[in-house]
């Protein structure tokens, strides 16, 4: 059984910064892929950003220049650094991973708000 625990989110102002972290436990040794997804007030779930065990990333347009995924592989740990906050950043966000199945986290609530 696999486990991802989030944590980092909160409130924060227009253009402040958070950082998530999620941390998985379990029987998996490492995962093909670590990211986080958000679901925003009344919207759909979508990619945040992601990042194979070979350092490739991906980002969602919206996020690109502000955010930055990282990753700990010997930690099984997965980092998102969110910059520049907008009130549109707003969500639950979800830690990801897969390997071979897909792994999900409780989901960790941020809110952009002045």
């Known amino acids: 059984q696999v486990l991802l625990a989030e944590s980092g989110g909160g409130l924060a102002q227009p253009g402040e910064s958070l950082r998530l972290s999620c941390v998985a436990s379990?029987?998996?040794?490492?995962?093909?892929?670590m990211g986080w997804y958000r679901q925003g007030p009344g919207k759909q779930r979508e990619l945040v950003a992601s990042m194979t065990i070979h350092g490739n990333t991906e980002y969602a347009e919206s996020v690109k220049g502000r955010f930055t995924i990282s990753r700990d592989n010997a930690k099984k740990t997965v980092y998102l650094q969110m910059s520049n906050l907008t009130p549109e950043d707003t969500g639950v966000y979800y830690c990801?991973?897969?390997?071979?199945?897909?792994?999900w986290g409780q989901g960790t609530q941020v809110t952009v708000a002045s």
């Open positions: 990801h991973a897969q390997r071979g199945s897909n792994y």
């Open positions: 379990g029987s998996v040794v490492s995962f093909r892929v």
